[in-house]
């Protein structure tokens, strides 16, 4: 898969641009604030249908202007396809695939596959289980589409049943109406925990390897799956079903009194551990890099391993995170993925990246200015 062209207008600081990527690697060069990020934001826009920065949609549009457009064009599997979306203040925001208007936002998903590496990445190790939640969520929802449409219904089972729990002594009819949501938390629930165990199962297959050759072999990588729904030893469909099942029906006081859910994927969590020990208590600086390095690339492998074709990999800025053997792994590796790398200092990357076929765009003030080959 390769992107061909961005166009974006009134996005964020860029009053109009229109950029021919290489299908190989592109770096952005400027100063921080210049709008290399935004830039690479409106590509992930047109992946997922939101931003990974914790802004409002509104924030997205020039501040001048009440519209912004954000259209990319990619050819995936020999065919081209343009992605168009159209943002407009205080309304939602229309997709349309090849001139066709999207239902939904979330149809948009797995068009645009990408990878991206930011320095928040960072939270994967050291932030709390909400943040690796959201690593799986998006990652898998690009290439399984039915994930996407379950765990948005097991939000809403989890929202109808904490309102039962909330007030289950006041209404005498809710000791009948838990059952049937218990029925869907269960069933949706276990399928979720399938589709994420399956995940995580593939990731260490890739993460393993590469974290050792990061190491230089002196260290060893492992991450696992963690459910308090279900036995870690057996997690197969009717073993999980059974045993979320037991943990739903004799813990249901216990939920009345917290007014609160309070077994199912909603509070899953991914272990990593080097060497043995978890990464996020003992992992040096440079451990929970080289972790977070290597889940990244390995979920490049995933994407490429489910569609046949590599993702657009974006790197926003996080080569300065980076030693210069990270580093330079990192660069070596990305060979035959197209890659957009954005950064305030070019001179360590034209080394790393001398025999490269690559276009650098330099950015000022939302505006991109000499492009050399």
Same mark, same amino acid.
């Given at each position: 898969m390769i992107v061909k062209n961005i166009k974006i207008k009134n996005y964020r600081n860029f009053i109009e641009a229109n950029i021919e990527l290489n299908d190989s690697l592109n770096i952005f060069v400027g100063d921080n604030g210049q709008g290399k990020t935004n830039l690479m934001e409106s590509v992930y826009l047109a992946s997922i249908g939101r931003t990974?920065?914790?802004?409002?949609?509104?924030?997205?549009?020039?501040?001048c202007e009440n519209k912004s457009l954000v259209e990319v064009l990619l050819n995936k599997n020999n065919y081209d396809t343009k992605i168009e979306l159209a943002l407009e203040k205080n309304k939602r925001k229309t997709v349309l695939i090849n001139g066709v208007k999207l239902d939904k936002t979330s149809e948009m998903i797995g068009i645009l596959n990408n990878v991206?590496?930011?320095?928040?990445?960072?939270?994967?190790i050291k932030g709390s289980p909400v943040e690796r939640r959201k690593f799986v969520n998006i990652s898998l929802s690009q290439i399984k589409p039915k994930y996407k449409y379950l765990l948005s219904n097991y939000k809403k089972i989890c929202a109808e049943r904490n309102m039962?729990?909330?007030?289950?002594?006041?209404?005498?009819?809710?000791?009948?109406?838990?059952?049937?949501?218990? $029925?869907?938390?269960?069933?949706?629930? %276990?399928e979720i925990i399938l589709y994420r165990n399956?995940?995580?199962n593939k990731l260490k297959k890739y993460a393993v390897t590469i974290y050792e050759d990061i190491s230089g072999k002196?260290?060893?990588?492992?991450?696992?799956?963690?459910?308090?729904?279900?036995?870690?030893?057996?997690i197969d469909k009717n073993e999980t079903k059974k045993y979320f099942t037991?943990?739903?029906?004799?813990?249901?006081?216990?939920?009345?009194?917290?007014?609160? %859910?309070?077994y199912g994927p909603h509070k899953d969590d991914i272990i990593i551990k080097i060497n043995g020990k978890e990464s996020k208590y003992f992992g040096s600086q440079g451990q929970q890099r080289s972790a977070v390095l290597a889940i990244k690339?390995?979920?490049?492998?995933?994407?490429?391993?489910? %569609?046949?074709?590599?993702?657009?990999?974006?790197?926003? $800025?996080?080569?300065?995170?980076?030693?210069?053997?990270?580093?330079?792994?990192?660069?070596?590796?990305? =060979?035959?993925? =197209?890659?957009?790398?954005?950064?305030?200092? $070019?001179? $360590?990357?034209?080394?790393?990246? /001398?025999?490269?076929? /690559?276009?650098?765009?330099?950015?000022?003030e939302g505006k991109i200015g000499n492009i050399t080959n």
């Amino acid at each position: 898969m390769i992107v061909k062209n961005i166009k974006i207008k009134n996005y964020r600081n860029f009053i109009e641009a229109n950029i021919e990527l290489n299908d190989s690697l592109n770096i952005f060069v400027g100063d921080n604030g210049q709008g290399k990020t935004n830039l690479m934001e409106s590509v992930y826009l047109a992946s997922i249908g939101r931003t990974f920065r914790l802004n409002s949609e509104n924030e997205l549009i020039n501040f001048c202007e009440n519209k912004s457009l954000v259209e990319v064009l990619l050819n995936k599997n020999n065919y081209d396809t343009k992605i168009e979306l159209a943002l407009e203040k205080n309304k939602r925001k229309t997709v349309l695939i090849n001139g066709v208007k999207l239902d939904k936002t979330s149809e948009m998903i797995g068009i645009l596959n990408n990878v991206i590496f930011t320095p928040d990445d960072m939270k994967i190790i050291k932030g709390s289980p909400v943040e690796r939640r959201k690593f799986v969520n998006i990652s898998l929802s690009q290439i399984k589409p039915k994930y996407k449409y379950l765990l948005s219904n097991y939000k809403k089972i989890c929202a109808e049943r904490n309102m039962i729990l909330k007030n289950y002594c006041t209404k005498p009819d809710n000791k009948d109406i838990i059952n049937i949501w218990n $029925d869907y938390l269960i069933n949706i629930g %276990t399928e979720i925990i399938l589709y994420r165990n399956d995940y995580i199962n593939k990731l260490k297959k890739y993460a393993v390897t590469i974290y050792e050759d990061i190491s230089g072999k002196k260290e060893k990588f492992d991450i696992n799956y963690h459910c308090n729904a279900v036995n870690q030893n057996n997690i197969d469909k009717n073993e999980t079903k059974k045993y979320f099942t037991e943990k739903i029906n004799s813990n249901l006081n216990s939920e009345i009194q917290y007014k609160t %859910t309070l077994y199912g994927p909603h509070k899953d969590d991914i272990i990593i551990k080097i060497n043995g020990k978890e990464s996020k208590y003992f992992g040096s600086q440079g451990q929970q890099r080289s972790a977070v390095l290597a889940i990244k690339l390995a979920e490049i492998e995933i994407i490429r391993e489910e %569609t046949g074709e590599y993702p657009i990999l974006l790197l926003d $800025d996080v080569l300065s995170e980076l030693d210069n053997k990270r580093k330079g792994y990192l660069i070596k590796y990305i =060979q035959g993925i =197209q890659t957009v790398i954005t950064t305030t200092d $070019d001179h $360590d990357l034209n080394i790393l990246t /001398k025999d490269y076929n /690559k276009k650098k765009f330099y950015i000022n003030e939302g505006k991109i200015g000499n492009i050399t080959n």
